[in-house]
């Protein structure tokens, strides 16, 4: 039996589906919901700034593909929307927000509020 997730509306196979929260969700949106979501943690901040003091700094080439290319996107741009991200890479909400995270700990992106926007923008970015 087919269902619709009712977190992103995606059709999928009633066996491809999760309870959550009195929800039938898609297995993507189930496991986006059990990530971190907050890009300015400031615990885990303070772990990744050690990590960097004892290893030294991220470099974009070392990121998975992925990142790279998100990081490549907004370097580019200067400033992208999530929205703008989210429709050239074709990916889901929860993924983007874990690329994110990434960037944002190894001070590579931020987001910047931009006349009343939220933009992404290089951690060196100063508008």
């Given at each position: 039996?087919?269902?619709?997730?009712?977190?992103?509306?995606?059709?999928?196979?009633?066996?491809?589906?999760?309870?959550?929260?009195?929800?039938?969700?898609?297995?993507?949106?189930?496991?986006d919901?059990?990530?971190?979501?907050?890009?300015?943690?400031?615990?885990?901040?303070?772990?990744?700034?050690?990590?960097?003091?004892?290893?030294?700094?991220?470099?974009?080439e070392?990121?998975?593909?992925?990142?790279?290319?998100?990081?490549?996107?907004?370097k580019?741009?200067?400033?992208v929307?999530?929205?703008?991200?989210?429709?050239?890479?074709?990916?889901?909400?929860?993924?983007?927000?874990?690329?994110?995270?990434?960037?944002?700990?190894?001070?590579?992106?931020?987001?910047?509020?931009?006349?009343?926007?939220?933009?992404?923008?290089?951690?060196?970015?100063?508008?």
């Amino acid at each position: 039996m087919r269902l619709k997730c009712e977190r992103c509306g995606a059709e999928v196979d009633e066996e491809d589906s999760y309870e959550l929260r009195n929800e039938r969700v898609y297995e993507d949106c189930y496991f986006d919901s059990a990530m971190p979501q907050h890009p300015c943690d400031p615990v885990a901040q303070s772990g990744v700034d050690k990590f960097s003091e004892a290893f030294g700094v991220v470099k974009p080439e070392e990121l998975l593909e992925e990142q790279r290319k998100v990081y490549e996107f907004i370097k580019e741009k200067g400033k992208v929307t999530s929205m703008e991200i989210l429709q050239k890479f074709g990916m889901r909400q929860g993924e983007l927000t874990q690329i994110f995270i990434v960037l944002r700990r190894f001070k590579l992106a931020k987001g910047a509020r931009i006349d009343g926007v939220t933009y992404c923008v290089p951690w060196d970015y100063q508008g």
